[in-house]
T-cell receptor
Framework: GAGVSQSPSNKVTEKGKDVELRCDPI?????LYWYRQSLGQGLEFLIY????????KSGLPSDRFSAERTGGSVSTLTIQRTQQEDSAVYLC??????????????FGPGTRLTVL | AQRVTQPEKLLSVFKGAPVELKCNYS??????LFWYVQYSRQRLQLLLR??SRESIKGFTADLNKGETSFHLKKPFAQEEDSAMYYC??????????FGTGTLLAVQP
């Protein structure tokens, strides 16, 4: 089956605009994660979903960032009023979840966001 | 505090030389450690996890709780091993806490 997919692959936007990033996890994976990969900060955790709820959203950098997951599947990460420091590659991952030992997270190809 | 430290940003070795990518962690509970790899223009993928005690592509990593380390080793580097390597710790929730990564460059 297909792996984790993300869209768009690239997004260029102007400062102050809102953007939506989409993630399609592997079918049957109950856990979904968003990370951000940037030159200055490396790989940072943003938010974790178990089903449709988010037990850990501690990595969201500000209230401009939000995410939702519907139907236990697709997730959308929304960034409002984008700033230049939001420029990064946004990675989505999914896993079987339920705190399984050695639970492997499978990563998508990422969305490269550039804020001009 | 939960933290992963990879002290080397870049490690350059010649083909056939041994490789050791260093990783130290800070975690108050019982840690779960992983190594992820990202080859050029490919997505991040799991290389190995400490719980499996496996060897993948000739790489091994042993969890040393006394030294809080999880170094990645390979006795003979190959050019195709050139990639970005990330050590990661699974935290109290399922999230992964990554180190800053080490770029391994294997010279011919």
């Amino acid at each position: 089956g297909a792996g984790v997919s993300q869209s768009p692959s690239n997004k260029v936007t102007e400062k102050g605009k809102d953007v939506e990033l989409r993630c399609d996890p592997i079918s049957g994976h109950t856990a979904l994660y968003w990370y951000r990969q940037s030159l200055g900060q490396g790989l940072e955790f943003l938010i974790y979903f178990q089903g449709n709820s988010a037990p850990d959203k501690s990595g969201l950098p500000s209230d401009r960032f939000s995410a939702e997951r519907t139907g236990g599947s697709v997730s959308t990460l929304t960034i409002q009023r984008t700033q230049q420091e939001d420029s990064a590659v946004y990675l989505c991952a999914s896993s079987l979840g339920f705190r399984l030992a050695g639970d492997e997270q499978f990563f998508g190809p990422g969305t490269r966001l550039t804020v001009l | 505090a939960q933290r992963v430290t990879q002290p080397e940003k870049l490690l350059s070795v010649f083909k056939g030389a041994p490789v050791e990518l260093k990783c130290n962690y800070s975690y108050s509970g019982s840690p779960e450690l992983f190594w992820y790899v990202q080859y050029s223009r490919q997505r991040l993928q799991l290389l190995l996890r400490h719980i499996s005690r496996e060897s993948i592509k000739g790489f091994t990593a042993d969890l040393n709780k006394g030294e809080t380390s999880f170094h990645l080793k390979k006795p003979f580097a190959q050019e195709e091993d050139s990639a970005m390597y990330y050590c990661a710790l699974r935290g109290a929730t399922n999230k992964l806490i990554f180190g800053t990564g080490t770029l391994l460059a294997v010279q011919p």
